[in-house]
């Protein structure tokens, strides 16, 4: 989507985006109400809008105007309408024309009195909402029909700030370019996004200036990944570590960590998943794809920080040389594992990355990101990721920036009692529990045991990371793209020089 900002005006063709408030019209919506000759008083009339948050109302080709089109949208009452509302409604108004036809749309959104917030603050969270909501992914479908077609190609957003707003557009463009990189990861079909594929991609993040490593089985087995290389042992395809680095910071400084969950597919190996639950396990990589897209928005903002990805790449698969339950594998830990169940897999993944990340850069901290657990649904339902933490500053922080992003988090505890939960009578631990309740603490349990001392997180976020049912205002795809927004808001909140 190409979008601009320029000073309000609504003298264009094209389609053009008004507001009402509860109270009545916005000064731009109500000039142009009586250019049209209160064509837009009369509808408002003849229709159930009040002005609400998310009400839309479409007039074609008033006579007396220009314009191929007037979207009059609510804004709601003007205390509440904040950066997460003008988002919301910026990206209503995209869903309503992304198809509809129309090529242009102006925004003319007036800033409600009494409101707290600032003109350019409104202009780049409306580009915000509405590049967004823009993203399609239709790459495979060969015999779109043209009324499916995405029509809209440019969006001017009026403003008196126009300088600011670019301003603040540039930095958040870089954020919404990182969404889609991830959401694009996730939606590939996995005959497609294999590991070597995904780290291929992650390569292209070199383009600006992120140092990118792509280590091979061969050397993962030098380094004693087993945990992971287990994993992958029963796919033709080779399981891959990528390691990011965006280093945009100073030079002495210690980076910070993110690492990811990067099961390319997840069948559940020897452990097979029943068919039904299969589907869909193509975003079993999430967690890599958030870290991709996060260090991805990090270098296009050149984000004064020094920043490390190290991305888990594997492939789930049952074939002759798969792991089998009853297996023991060494981690690079040291700490050997007894298998139990071959579909408990992401947390062997994450044991040797996470071991990877904390022993070669002694980052500040560590957070992982993973559809760990189908039991974080049974929990928190499809609203909240979960957290866990053994740092209540960081747990505190992630909290704080999930809000200001529109992804929240709810954390849950650590404690030892769940920790008892997976000893081993042949290892010093074992995959899973064996009991059904507390399956996402005891996962994060699991990963507990391979963090030194390094303030870590981990988000647990298998019910955020894609939607089958209702589709998010701000995600129109499969792929969420969830977890690059709040961690670039974490990182500009407290870690940046
Ligand atoms: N990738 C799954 C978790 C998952 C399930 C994510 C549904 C998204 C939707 C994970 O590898 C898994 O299979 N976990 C098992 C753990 C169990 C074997 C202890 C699960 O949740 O059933
Ligand atoms: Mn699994
Ligand atoms: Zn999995």
Redesign the pocket.
């Given at each position: 989507m190409q979008i601009s900002f320029a000073a309000p005006s609504l003298d264009r063709t094209g389609a053009v985006a008004v507001g009402a408030a509860e109270a009545g019209l916005l000064p731009s919506a109500a000039t142009l109400d009586k250019s049209l000759g209160g064509a837009l008083g009369r509808a408002m009339g003849s229709s159930r809008f009040k002005g609400k948050a998310g009400q839309v109302l479409e007039l074609l080709a008033p006579s007396g105007g220009r314009f191929s089109r007037v979207v009059l949208v609510g804004i709601g009452r003007a205390d509440k309408f904040d950066v997460a509302a003008v988002e919301k409604l910026a990206a209503a108004v995209v869903g309503r024309l992304l198809t509809s036809g129309e090529k242009e749309l102006a925004f003319a959104i007036d800033l409600p009195k009494g409101g707290k917030l600032k003109a350019a603050q409104l202009a780049a969270h409306l580009a915000m909402g509405a590049q967004l909501r823009s993203y399609t992914f239709i790459k495979y479908r060969t015999k779109q029909r043209d009324e499916h077609e995405p029509t809209l190609a440019s969006i001017i957003i009026g403003t008196e700030e126009t300088s600011a707003a670019r301003k603040a557009w540039q930095r958040m463009q870089a954020v919404a370019d990182g969404v889609f990189l991830a959401r694009d990861l996730v939606n590939e079909p996995p005959n497609v996004m294999s590991p070597q594929e995904f780290a291929a991609r992650a390569q292209g993040l070199s383009k600006l200036g992120v140092k990118v490593e792509v280590l091979g089985e061969d050397e993962m087995r030098k380094l004693g990944m087993n945990a992971l290389l287990g994993v992958g042992q029963g796919s033709a395809r080779e399981s891959q570590l990528v390691v990011l680095q965006w280093n945009g910071g100073r030079k002495k400084d210690q980076p910070v960590a993110f690492v990811g969950k990067g099961?390319c597919f997840?069948s559940?190996g020897l452990?097979l998943?029943p068919g039904a639950?299969m589907m869909?396990?193509k975003?079993?990589m999430g967690g890599a794809a958030a870290v991709t897209g996060t260090m991805r928005a990090l270098a296009a903002r050149k984000a004064r920080v020094n920043a490390v990805g190290v991305l888990g790449l594997v492939e789930?698969m049952p074939d002759g040389k798969a792991q089998r339950p009853d297996d023991v594998v060494t981690s690079m830990s040291g700490q050997t594992i007894e298998i139990l169940?071959t579909?408990?897999?992401?947390r062997l993944v994450l044991a040797d990355a996470l071991w990877y990340a904390q022993t070669r850069f002694k980052p500040r901290f560590v957070i992982d990101l993973a559809?760990?657990?189908?039991?974080i649904?049974v929990a928190l339902g499809l609203e909240h990721a979960g957290l866990f933490a053994n740092d209540d500053k960081l747990a505190g922080r992630i909290q704080e920036a999930g809000r200001e992003v529109g992804e929240p988090v709810w954390r849950l505890p650590l404690a030892d009692g769940y920790d008892k939960m997976i000893k081993s009578k042949i290892a010093d631990m074992k995959?899973?529990?064996g009991v059904t309740h507390g399956?996402s603490i005891?996962?994060a349990q699991f990963l507990q045991r391979f963090i030194d001392k390094t303030p870590w997180a981990h988000l647990d976020i298998?019910?955020v990371?894609w939607q089958d049912g209702e589709q998010k205002p701000l995600s129109p795809g499969w792929g969420v793209g969830w977890g690059v927004r709040i961690l670039d808001r974490l990182i500009a909140d407290h870690y940046e020089a």
């Open positions: 099961v997840d559940g452990s998943k639950s869909g396990m975003g079993d789930n169940n579909d408990a897999e992401g559809t760990l657990t189908g039991a649904m995959n899973i529990s399956g005891v996962a298998a019910g990371a």
